[in-house]
């Protein structure tokens, strides 16, 4: 896969603050990338940086091969869907979404005709004439969408594209921009806090801590093999045991009941059980960690063999499922 | 927001600066001259405070001062009690009539030579004499539509569940009233009256028009409009310079207490 | 619920009646009075005529309230330009800076519209300190004729009224999210489009309500013409006043307030209108 996008050594500082700081990333032709990070990462100041609302101190951001740094936004191909979607509240959907290919002075019929194409690809057609404020949370998104996706960027930059939908719909808007990104052919970055998210949508997610790269990799990678305590403990649940200095970290699905063979075991006591539908939540209170273990078994599993709140357990894994970090 | 360019940070920096001269310059000036000793504008002469000490010894403008202090003060009192009752009365009520929030409007947008005229030809269609008393009852018109403003811009924000929690812990309404509800808008309600009390002093065509013709009624606008058509004198600029003391430090206190009377 | 609706009545009672008696009942009387005839010695004749009204369309009346609106419509023009920059410089200064910025262009506003309009006498006659100034910088002719001329009005007006309009054009500005001028240059637009298609468009309420508001107050205006003008520029509000001072026609005075207020009410509603349609709708290209 040929890359398209390559950000070499971007730093940005305001004031004292170190946003990003000497950071470097490509993301290729096609690909849907995530940047995951704590507020304060600098995952947004980079999003600006890319959109061209903010400039670099130092490096180069290089899109196609051409530095675009200090080109202003709206001269780049690249465009961003806005967290609070920005869009025009005076103007109707089709208005906002005509409203970057007016920019290009496209003529009006092929205006009309992308308009027209994109509206039926995010299913808009019916609140064409309609004005933001009548729209709900999740047709808003999509319109916002479309606005970018209709310019045909070779770059679309989303700011927590999602953020702002209840968890219902945020779980089939994840599926829905998976398809779409499929569909228009065009790569996508987002921006999110939500590993969950990340960890669905992304072909590769780039973890950020005090604008550093602290991880790049696929979902797969990031979750099974995270690089840093921080990593590991952002990504989904995780327990951590300290042993001789170092951390042992291990998944929650890692750890099984009443195993027959295990190269760990360990005794405690059930201090909390959550059931969640597919599966079952216990604390498990051992000598190994101040924090109860967290265990994570299948219902099967769990109707094998019912524990209940106070029973003593006995809990064990295997090395290979464990990550040892000296940090 | 993404960081302007420096050059228009700067030009937008210097526009600014350009209109608070425009807006200051005229007073700044009026100001300094008052403070000059030969109290012309033609020469500075020295610092001197003689001018005040003039106004000080003119009957007329003593008498005028002490009638306007009786106008604003006994025209605000008034307009504070019936704006707030007002204030609380709209917003408690469910519905809200296009023809009320017009009526309650009207006063602050009505142009004050109509107001002024309509209202001295009430009065004398009435045969009612007229003089301080009429100048009073007509600055609470514009008074009390302000002060209801200034109290339900406060009310609207107001947590009424507060009041309700009284009500539910066994306060009557009236208690509900005095030790609840009062307290938290008591800053909204001293702002509008502190802004009505400006208003007022400071008022000078309906004053003219329903003041009547003894020179016992004469206000220190009336004064002031009477001696600038004199020409100018430095006796006015002292006298400028008092005035507008005391409404800005009116207004700045206002302000304190009620952030946004003035300005968001 | 009807319990708390009579409360509330009850509470608006004192103030409703106060305003009914002392603005809607004298207001109601002028407008009745605009239909009398004028007595012979002053005073009112009561019975009905339109005279007053017919008076208003003489060409020596037409012209003053043509005169008054085009004092009036150059001062809320340059009132405007003016205000509308000073609110967005203020709108783009630091947060935190914005309120003090605000507030110190407001303040003048409040303080004494005599004095302010007194200020101007000083900077502007024969021996004042403008003429000081050119004599400084070497000027040796005649003192120019500044003040008791339109130009000398128009500066007074649009002095006394600028801060409102800065005040009316700052609300819509300060709430304008930042991110649409940003999503507009985004999408390709350049600095200038994004004001002239975003930015005004969205404000233009609040120019509106600050440009209906300097109008009004304009074409009524009694003080500056008075005092910055010396009674050689007759307005609307001069003619009122004569009226009823000097000349003791009241029933034609009382046709001009209607006359004034008529105007007033009409622009309001426009303004209104303007704004529900802003809200509304706003044809876009696609239509054709």
């Keep these: 896969m040929t890359t398209l996008l390559s950000i070499d ?8 603050v170190t946003a990003v700081d000497r950071l470097s990333l490509d993301i290729r032709e096609n690909e849907f990338f995530a940047l995951l990070g704590a507020s304060g990462s600098g995952k947004t100041t980079l999003l600006r940086m890319l959109a061209g609302f903010e400039t670099p101190e130092e490096g180069a951001i290089c899109l196609d091969g051409a530095d675009i740094a200090h080109v202003p936004p709206n001269r780049r191909p690249v465009n ?7 869009l025009f509240p005076h103007m109707t959907v089709e208005g906002n979404i005509a409203y970057g290919l007016e920019m290009e002075r496209l003529p009006r019929a092929e205006i009309a005709t992308r308009v027209g194409e994109i509206m039926e690809i995010t299913e808009l057609s019916q609140m064409a004439r309609r004005k933001p404020d009548q729209l709900s949370g999740g047709q808003r998104q999509r319109v916002a969408l479309a606005r970018a996706l209709v310019k045909r960027p070779r770059l679309l930059l989303l700011d927590e594209p999602l953020g702002a939908l209840d968890k219902k719909l945020r779980a089939a808007m994840q599926l829905e921009l998976k398809r779409l990104q499929d569909e228009v052919g ?3 970055i987002v921006v999110t806090h939500d590993q969950e998210e990340a960890l669905v949508m992304a072909d590769r997610i780039a973890i950020l801590k005090d604008g550093r790269l602290l991880q790049v990799g696929t979902p797969h990678e990031v979750y099974e093999a995270p690089a840093s305590r921080y990593a590991a403990d952002f990504i989904g649940v995780m327990n951590f045991i300290n042993s001789a200095g170092r951390t042992i970290a291990i998944r929650p699905e890692r750890i099984r009941l009443f195993p027959d063979t295990a190269d760990r075991t360990v005794e405690g006591r059930v201090t909390a059980r959550a059931y969640h539908g597919l599966d079952l939540m216990l604390h498990v209170a051992t ?16 109707d094998r063999r019912p524990v209940a709140q106070g029973d003593t357990v006995t809990l064990g894994w295997n090395d290979a499922d464990t990550r040892t970090f000296t940090d | 927001m993404a960081e302007r360019p420096l050059a228009t940070r700067r030009s937008l920096a210097a526009l600014l600066a350009a209109v608070f001269a425009f807006l200051y310059i005229p007073i700044g000036v009026l100001v300094a001259l008052s403070f000059n000793e030969g109290g012309l504008p033609t020469a500075w ?9 003039a106004l000080l010894s003119n009957g007329d403008i003593l008498s ?5 202090l009786i106008v604003g003060a006994v025209s605000t009192l008034i307009a504070t009690v019936l704006g707030t009752l007002l204030a609380l009365g709209i917003e408690t009520r469910r519905r809200k009539g296009r023809a009320l929030e017009a009526l309650v409007f009207a006063p602050m947008i009505i142009p004050d030579i109509v107001l002024a005229i309509a209202l001295l030809s009430f009065f004398s269609l009435l045969k009612l004499p007229m003089g301080l008393h009429t100048i009073i009852v007509s600055h609470v018109v514009f008074n009390l539509a302000f002060v209801s403003a200034v109290v339900r811009a406060r009310l609207k924000t107001f947590d009424w569940s507060v009041a309700e929690a009284s009500l539910d812990l066994g306060a009557s309404a009236f208690t509900t009233f005095r030790r609840v509800t009062l307290p938290l808008i008591l800053p909204a309600v001293v702002a509008g009256a502190l802004l009505a009390f400006t208003l007022s002093i400071d008022e000078f065509i309906i004053a003219f028009f329903t003041a009547g013709a003894g020179r016992s009624s004469v206000t220190l606008p009336m004064q002031i409009f009477a001696m600038i058509r004199f020409g100018v004198t430095p006796e006015i600029n002292a006298l400028a310079t008092l005035v507008m003391i005391v409404s800005v430090t009116a207004l700045t206190l206002s302000q304190r207490l009620n952030k946004g009377v003035i300005a968001p | 619920m009807n319990a708390s609706n009579a409360r509330s009545t009850a509470l608006m009672a004192p103030a409703l009646a106060w305003l009914t008696a002392l603005m809607v009942i004298p207001c109601g009387l002028i407008l009745a009075l605009g239909f009398f005839r004028r007595g012979i010695y002053g005073g009112i004749e009561y019975s009905f005529t339109l005279e007053n009204f017919a008076l208003l369309l003489d060409p020596l009346y ?13 001062a809320t023009l340059i009132a405007v330009v003016i205000g509308y920059a000073a609110a967005y410089a203020i709108a783009a200064a630091p947060r935190h800076r914005q309120p003090l910025l605000l507030f110190l262009a407001v303040l003048p506003f409040w303080s004494n519209y005599l004095i302010r309009t007194y200020a101007w006498i000083v900077l502007l006659n024969r021996e004042g300190l403008i003429t000081q100034f050119l004599r400084m910088m070497g000027y040796e002719g005649e003192p120019p004729s500044l003040l008791y001329t339109e130009g000398a009005v128009i500066v007074g007006l649009v002095y006394n009224y600028l801060p409102f309009v800065i005040l009316a054009c700052y609300a819509p500005l300060s709430r304008l999210n930042p991110e649409l001028a940003e999503a507009s240059r985004d999408l390709g637009a350049s600095a200038f489009t994004t004001f002239r298609r975003v930015i005004l468009p969205m404000t233009l309420h609040g120019i509106a309500a600050g440009a209906v508001f300097v109008f009004v107050l304009s074409i009524g205006n009694f003080i500056t013409p008075a005092l910055l003008g010396g ?3 007759q307005m609307i509000g001069n003619l009122i006043y004569a009226q009823f001072l000097t000349a003791n026609d009241w029933p034609f005075g009382a046709a001009l307030s209607m006359a004034l207020i008529a105007i007033m009410l009409g622009l309001l509603t426009l303004q209104a209108m303007a704004a529900e349609k802003g809200a509304g709708e706003r044809r876009e290209v696609l239509d054709g």
Excluded: D
């Design chain 1, 9 to 16: 050594g971007v730093t940005k500082r305001f004031g004292r």
């Design chain 1, 80 to 86: 961003l869907m806005f967290q609070s979607y920005a």
């Design chain 1, 186 to 188: 065009i790569t996508f």
């Design chain 1, 287 to 302: 000598g190994l960690s101040p924090t109860p273990l967290v265990v994570r078994l299948t219902a099967e599993a769990a």
């Design chain 2, 45 to 53: 002469t020295g610092f001197s405070v003689k001018w005040y000490g």
């Design chain 2, 64 to 68: 005028a001062a002490g009638n306007t």
């Design chain 3, 62 to 74: 037409a012209g003053i309230f043509l005169t008054s609106a085009r004092i009036a419509g150059t």
């Design chain 3, 231 to 233: 009674g050689r520029f």
